[in-house]
């Protein structure tokens, strides 16, 4: 899609383009749809004829052009993209659709079921000698020997496998593989593993058998799933069969894969911030922490501080009533040399050894 060439017009030149030739026509030279076209002439205000004007014009009849309007706020530029010749994709279709025409545009890609497998791939071998017992699990969650995750009936296994084989040559391809992860068996795009899972259609008749109330009989409907969950998505016989749209599950597998590559970046990505963000949090309750610690520690020394002046004060108040009551005695004089040591010891800026409160 990105080597379509391009086409540049000014308002006035598309208006000119769609009022001179329909937009069928206009769909071969330009790689939209009728739609896309409408779509593009809504966005940039150009009013488009209808039906009758083709049909009246056809036959000569008078016909009623509306004038153009020049006064429009956006930007006067429209870009076109360009179809080569025989290029089937229209650039305003969906993904998958783009994705799909591109696989069945692709004349080298494996995109036909044939009536019988030719040179067949070694999952296809080994899913064959699985069946004839020749290849046994003893756990099948460490054996890395893979079959294809087929559940059908025997009228039903040689369509599968035929389908299975194409599918698998299609795969390898477009340079994707098969892979295991756990007790599941998938296709691996791009390192992203898909769940992938065949199987036979049944349907419910009243049972033959006592005491069961309903049988399942297989139909010959092959249902193909990938993903599981909410992710899961399926394809089955109907009015198309399963042969038929291998280019369409092969392009929904790639568009889920680089969808799912995406998210699971961001999902990284989501996580990295958020263990920066954990573990800025936790230096800052670190450092928070420490700088408490550090502020009631200040606030126990200051506190023992205030204590030991309040206690010199009372030492100096009984040294001063003992002076003025002349009953300073030797015993008094003692006292105030063992107080005045506590405060000494209690001073955080002093910090004086006591023999007995600093026993341990």
Request: positive net charge.
């Amino acid at each position: 899609m990105k080597d379509m060439e391009t086409k540049e017009l000014k308002r006035k030149e598309l208006f000119d383009l769609v009022w001179s030739t329909p937009l069928t026509k206009l769909t071969l030279q330009y790689a939209y749809t009728n739609e896309g076209l409408k779509k593009i002439c809504k966005e940039f205000e150009i009013p488009i004829p209808d039906r009758s004007y083709w049909s009246k014009l056809k036959f000569n009849k008078l016909v009623k052009k509306v004038d153009f309007n020049p006064n429009f706020d956006g930007n006067d530029k429209i870009i076109l993209a360009l179809r080569k010749e025989g290029e089937p994709i229209n650039i305003d279709q969906t993904p998958l659709t783009i994705r799909t025409k591109e696989i069945v545009n692709d004349k080298k890609a494996p995109i036909v079921v044939p009536d019988t497998i030719i040179k067949p791939d070694i999952i296809t071998i080994q899913t064959k000698e699985y069946w004839k017992g020749k290849i046994k699990f003893s756990s099948y969650h460490n054996d890395n020997t893979i079959v294809y995750p087929i559940r059908v009936g025997d009228n039903c296994r040689k369509r599968a496998l035929l389908f299975m084989d194409a599918f698998t040559k299609l795969l390898r391809y477009r340079g994707h593989d098969w892979g295991k992860e756990y007790d599941n068996t998938g296709v691996v795009i791009d390192t992203i593993f898909i769940e992938i899972d065949l199987r036979e259609a049944t349907k419910r008749i009243p049972s033959t058998k006592q005491y069961y109330t309903s049988d399942y009989v297989p139909t010959g409907e092959l249902i193909f799933k990938m993903g599981k969950y909410s992710d899961e998505k399926e394809w089955r016989d109907g009015k198309t069969k399963l042969e038929e749209l291998l280019a369409r599950i092969m392009a929904k597998l790639e568009i889920y894969a680089e969808a799912e590559k995406i998210r699971k970046e961001k999902n990284r990505l989501w996580h990295l911030q958020y263990e920066e963000e954990q573990k800025r949090k936790e230096e800052i309750k670190k450092l928070k922490n420490e700088e408490v610690e550090k502020f009631n520690k200040l606030l126990a020394l200051s506190e023992q501080y205030n204590k030991a002046l309040l206690i010199r004060q009372y030492i100096e108040a009984e040294k001063q009533k003992a002076i003025r009551s002349n009953n300073l005695t030797i015993e008094k004089d003692e006292w105030i040399k063992w107080a005045c040591d506590k405060a000494d010891w209690l001073d955080p800026l002093i910090n004086k050894c006591d023999d007995i409160l600093d026993l341990s």
